[in-house]
């Protein structure tokens, strides 16, 4: 620190020495004081004055970067920016903001899209964020942008892809419940610590009817992590679905304490005591939600409606659903829900038992078509006109685990019309990626021929079936996908090039007829691996050991033959 020292006459001759400190505040605050008064060039010198008392505080130079762009050097600002970044430190996100910033002002509108997509993806919610995206906005808008977004779109749309299919969100949200369990007990027995794959776990073996498996891991989960709350939720509605109420309360009571700021997780807990019966407690958790969150959103507004209903609250759930019936979308739903109360409200004994779901009122009828997917044997559906009726319906209106089943139930179905459906369904626009490839297989499965529209990201495209690789099965899971490829990578090793194909044929024979079956599933990749090499190696005539086959899989002979006895079936059956 520099200390310079003033004098000053008194009048009786002597003097009086002064004493002035000059530091990084000092001229700081002067800095300050010039801007205010758009005294720039004084700004200018003052804020140099911050970066030679302290060249390591990257504050000072964004200050001095900001004092160059009032002043039109955006290329000295850009200089110190980066050199903040490179140099001092990375982390300091709002520089991201301030080049995007400069480069508009420079007419450079691809490399400001570039920046500011950059800080969105840093920090989502910070300080500059509603900036940011309205400054994206006009970019995309006003000034023909968009190359950098969609890029950044497309990345974004891969790395949420792959973090969705390793803890399991991906086939959870896609209604693939089933190929969440095989991928999830995969993942846990190589990341024992992936705490996000248990929970998932957890709510795959719900979905699919494994309710003691479900609980036992939540337990699990919940003795090592005790204020886990993804697991005390899955404890709780568990416990709520086994009708223990004795220990309901217990259950409950650690979610009517909690409170948590990530919105996500708040939802999950007011859902939860929604769930189980605590609508005062799920009403309490969605108003302090509400408070937060501007605006709310359409889930938050029909939960905070759902839950007041519940408790009888007739005028908050009015309120609630009459701001929903604002959103087009939700309209209908809102109509719905707003009849029931008028209704209630005619007989002061009535109550209501609403979903916390937001569900469109179709879904209440799609439940009879569920049912029958579950109970009527599929070669009802040819004969039954009726039935028949219930399946196009449910493809068309039905949430994203009807139409699944929906779809299978047409392959089975295999007629003009069924392929007619799935025809038309894989070219409509509000499908999912996996809906539409499930679709796909069901029109590879019946043999369907000629052409077919797809509309895919890039828009429509007119396909040929018989071109689509029947490989494209692999994709709904990707523990078939690996069962082949180690098949193929060992016969390569064994010198058997020559019956790749042939177990390839075998193996895509078995998935699409497993494809029919909703219930079948593929566990263990290894036993699968061994058991295709064995039943291929036998029907082609190569010397075989199925004990030896055991050994190097580390998995029982048992396993194998079990495995190469499905595989048989299907072979059997298919004729070949």
Same mark, same amino acid.
């Given at each position: 620190?520099?200390?310079?020292?003033?004098?000053?006459?008194?009048?009786?001759?002597?003097?009086?020495?002064?004493?002035?400190?000059?530091?990084?505040?000092?001229?700081?605050?002067?800095?300050?004081?010039?801007?205010?008064?758009?005294?720039?060039?004084?700004?200018?010198?003052?804020?140099?004055?911050?970066?030679?008392?302290?060249?390591?505080?990257?504050?000072?130079?964004?200050?001095?970067?900001?004092?160059?762009?009032?002043?039109?050097?955006?290329?000295?600002?850009?200089?110190?920016?980066?050199?903040?970044?490179?140099?001092?430190?990375?982390?300091?996100?709002?520089?991201?903001?301030?080049?995007?910033?400069?480069?508009?002002?420079?007419?450079?509108?691809?490399?400001?899209?570039?920046?500011?997509?950059?800080?969105?993806?840093?920090?989502?919610?910070?300080?500059?964020?509603?900036? *940011?995206?309205?400054?994206?906005?006009?970019?995309?808008?006003?000034?023909?942008?968009?190359?950098?977004?969609?890029?950044?779109?497309?990345?974004?749309?891969?790395?949420?892809?792959?973090?969705?299919?390793?803890?399991?969100?991906?086939?959870?949200?896609?209604?693939?419940?089933?190929?969440?369990?095989?991928?999830?007990?995969?993942?846990?027995?190589?990341?024992?610590?992936?705490?996000?794959?248990?929970?998932?776990?957890?709510?795959?073996?719900?979905?699919?009817?494994?309710?003691?498996?479900?609980?036992?891991?939540?337990?699990?989960?919940?003795?090592?992590?005790?204020?886990?709350?993804?697991?005390?939720?899955?404890?709780?509605?568990?416990?709520?679905?086994?009708?223990?109420?004795?220990?309901?309360?217990?259950?409950?009571?650690?979610?009517?304490?909690?409170?948590?700021?990530?919105?996500?997780?708040?939802?999950?807990?007011?859902?939860?005591?929604?769930?189980?019966?605590?609508?005062?407690?799920?009403?309490?958790?969605?108003?302090?939600?509400?408070?937060?969150?501007?605006?709310?959103?359409?889930?938050?507004?029909?939960?905070?409606? *759902?839950?007041?209903?519940?408790?009888?609250?007739?005028?908050?759930?009015?309120?609630?659903?009459?701001?929903?019936?604002?959103?087009?979308?939700?309209?209908?739903?809102?109509?719905?829900?707003?009849?029931?109360?008028?209704?209630?409200?005619?007989?002061?004994?009535?109550?209501?038992?609403?979903?916390?779901?937001?569900?469109?009122?179709?879904?209440?009828?799609?439940?009879?078509?569920?049912?029958?997917?579950?109970?009527?044997?599929?070669?009802?559906?040819?004969?039954?006109?009726?039935?028949?009726?219930?399946?196009?319906?449910?493809?068309?209106?039905?949430?994203?685990?009807?139409?699944?089943?929906?779809?299978?139930?047409?392959?089975?179905?295999?007629?003009?019309?069924?392929?007619?459906?799935?025809?038309?369904?894989?070219?409509?626009?509000?499908?999912?990626?996996?809906?539409?490839? +499930?679709?796909?297989?069901?029109?590879?499965?019946?043999?369907?021929?000629?052409?077919?529209?797809?509309?895919?990201?890039?828009?429509?495209?007119?396909?040929?079936?018989?071109?689509?690789?029947?490989?494209?099965?692999?994709?709904?899971?990707?523990?078939?996908?690996?069962?082949?490829?180690?098949?193929?990578?060992?016969?390569?090793?064994?010198?058997?090039?020559?019956?790749?194909?042939?177990?390839?044929?075998?193996?895509?024979?078995?998935?699409?007829?497993?494809?029919?079956?909703? +219930?079948?599933?593929?566990?263990?990749?290894?036993?699968?691996?061994?058991?295709?090499?064995?039943?291929?190696?036998?029907?082609?005539?190569?010397?075989?050991?199925?004990?030896?086959?055991?050994?190097?899989?580390?998995?029982?002979?048992?396993?194998?033959?079990?495995?190469?006895?499905?595989?048989?079936?299907?072979?059997?059956?298919?004729?070949?």
């Amino acid at each position: 620190m520099d200390t310079h020292h003033f004098r000053k006459s008194s009048n009786n001759g002597s003097s009086n020495v002064i004493a002035m400190n000059f530091d990084a505040a000092y001229f700081f605050e002067r800095g300050v004081r010039f801007l205010q008064r758009n005294d720039l060039n004084k700004a200018l010198k003052a804020f140099r004055k911050t970066v030679e008392y302290e060249p390591n505080n990257p504050v000072n130079y964004c200050n001095l970067a900001g004092v160059y762009s009032e002043m039109g050097d955006f290329e000295a600002s850009n200089e110190l920016l980066e050199h903040v970044l490179c140099d001092l430190d990375p982390n300091m996100t709002e520089c991201q903001f301030y080049l995007a910033n400069n480069y508009a002002n420079m007419g450079e509108y691809d490399t400001a899209e570039e920046y500011v997509l950059r800080y969105l993806d840093a920090d989502p919610n910070g300080e500059y964020a509603d900036d *940011a995206e309205e400054m994206l906005s006009v970019l995309l808008d006003e000034f023909g942008g968009g190359r950098a977004f969609e890029k950044w779109q497309e990345e974004k749309r891969k790395l949420d892809a792959q973090q969705a299919t390793k803890d399991g969100r991906y086939f959870l949200e896609n209604g693939q419940f089933e190929a969440a369990v095989e991928w999830l007990e995969s993942v846990i027995e190589e990341e024992p610590e992936n705490y996000a794959a248990y929970n998932n776990l957890c709510l795959a073996y719900y979905y699919t009817g494994q309710h003691d498996k479900a609980l036992s891991l939540a337990e699990d989960v919940l003795y090592r992590q005790p204020d886990n709350i993804h697991a005390l939720c899955n404890r709780a509605i568990l416990v709520k679905h086994f009708g223990w109420r004795d220990m309901l309360d217990a259950a409950a009571e650690p979610l009517q304490k909690v409170f948590p700021l990530h919105y996500d997780l708040a939802m999950k807990v007011g859902t939860t005591l929604g769930i189980i019966g605590y609508h005062a407690d799920a009403l309490e958790t969605f108003w302090r939600l509400i408070r937060l969150t501007t605006p709310p959103e359409p889930v938050l507004i029909h939960a905070t409606a *759902a839950a007041a209903a519940n408790c009888k609250n007739w005028a908050v759930a009015e309120r609630f659903w009459q701001m929903l019936a604002r959103e087009t979308d939700y309209e209908a739903v809102a109509d719905h829900y707003l009849h029931r109360v008028a209704e209630a409200r005619k007989d002061d004994t009535a109550s209501l038992r609403v979903s916390y779901q937001l569900d469109l009122p179709v879904e209440e009828q799609l439940a009879v078509v569920k049912d029958k997917l579950k109970d009527t044997k599929l070669e009802a559906w040819r004969r039954d006109p009726l039935l028949r009726a219930s399946l196009y319906w449910g493809l068309r209106h039905g949430n994203h685990e009807t139409r699944r089943r929906v779809i299978r139930a047409l392959a089975v179905v295999a007629d003009e019309d069924a392929e007619k459906a799935l025809r038309l369904f894989v070219g409509r626009r509000d499908i999912d990626e996996t809906l539409r490839l +499930h679709a796909v297989v069901a029109l590879k499965r019946i043999g369907a021929r000629g052409t077919v529209r797809l509309f895919m990201a890039d828009g429509e495209q007119e396909v040929s079936i018989e071109q689509i690789d029947p490989d494209v099965i692999f994709d709904l899971n990707p523990n078939w996908r690996e069962v082949w490829v180690r098949t193929e990578e060992w016969l390569h090793k064994a010198h058997l090039q020559r019956l790749v194909p042939e177990a390839k044929r075998l193996w895509l024979t078995y998935l699409y007829d497993m494809f029919l079956h909703v +219930h079948r599933r593929i566990g263990k990749a290894d036993i699968w691996v061994a058991g295709l090499i064995y039943i291929t190696l036998r029907y082609f005539g190569v010397p075989v050991v199925q004990r030896e086959l055991a050994e190097e899989f580390a998995v029982a002979a048992s396993s194998i033959r079990k495995c190469s006895a499905r595989l048989e079936q299907s072979l059997l059956t298919s004729g070949i």
